[in-house]
């Protein structure tokens, strides 16, 4: 949830979550412990509450596990731990974490025999791990790819409203949230590999030069 911390007011957000990371610190709670824990809250939630049909307690523990996406990255950088492994433990943990979202929905969804909603959600869930793949396989090739109209938060928030829009009984709210997740995120695809095509060629042209 980097994009979080970068609003307007993520100067007076960080400050408080740095407070609160070094109470951790002190009582010997390392980022890759908060990391592996809200990820296992997260897909407990999914796996016990959404599955089930408890959409409202999964979502608001789930929203709740949001903050330790925050306290990870703060208790790494105010202890000057912060590592290559870390970043990739937080990238494996986020792929499981949707996962388990996403999955369960689509569980929820063909047991109600809404099959449409359950093949939107299981889209929905192999074009998000898609979107995250181009970003990584293009930084591995050296090329900075964070463009995009639906990276990971604006997917969890879409998915969180289309969620709540159901608990609240809206007629077929999952199937237009995964639907539109969907369509949001093969365009971010698009994105990411054109950018990522014009950023190679530019870097090529230099070469040459």
Do not use: W
């Amino acid at each position: 949830m980097a994009k979080f911390l970068r609003t307007s007011g993520r100067a007076g957000v960080r400050r408080y979550v740095d407070a609160a990371a070094r109470l951790l610190i002190r009582v010997g709670v390392s980022a890759n412990a908060v990391t592996i824990t809200g990820t296992a809250i997260v897909v407990a939630a999914s796996l016990t509450l959404l599955s089930q049909g408890h959409l409202l307690s999964g979502l608001i523990v789930i929203g709740l596990s949001v903050f330790t996406d925050m306290f990870d990255g703060a208790i790494a950088r105010v202890n000057g731990t912060t590592s290559r492994f870390g970043a990739l433990l937080d990238s494996v943990c986020d792929r499981l974490a949707d996962g388990a979202i996403f999955a369960s929905l689509a569980y929820l969804l063909l047991a109600q025999d809404r099959f449409l909603g359950a093949a939107l959600a299981l889209t929905a869930l192999v074009v998000g791990q898609v979107v995250s793949y181009v970003k990584a396989r293009a930084e591995s090739l050296g090329i900075e790819c964070n463009v995009g109209i639906a990276e990971r938060p604006e997917r969890l928030i879409l998915a969180g409203v289309a969620v709540l829009a159901e608990v609240f009984g809206v007629p077929f709210a999952l199937e237009a949230g995964m639907g539109l997740l969907a369509v949001l995120s093969s365009i971010t695809v698009v994105q990411r590999l054109v950018h990522s095509r014009a950023a190679f060629a530019a870097g090529e042209e230099r070469v040459d030069a």
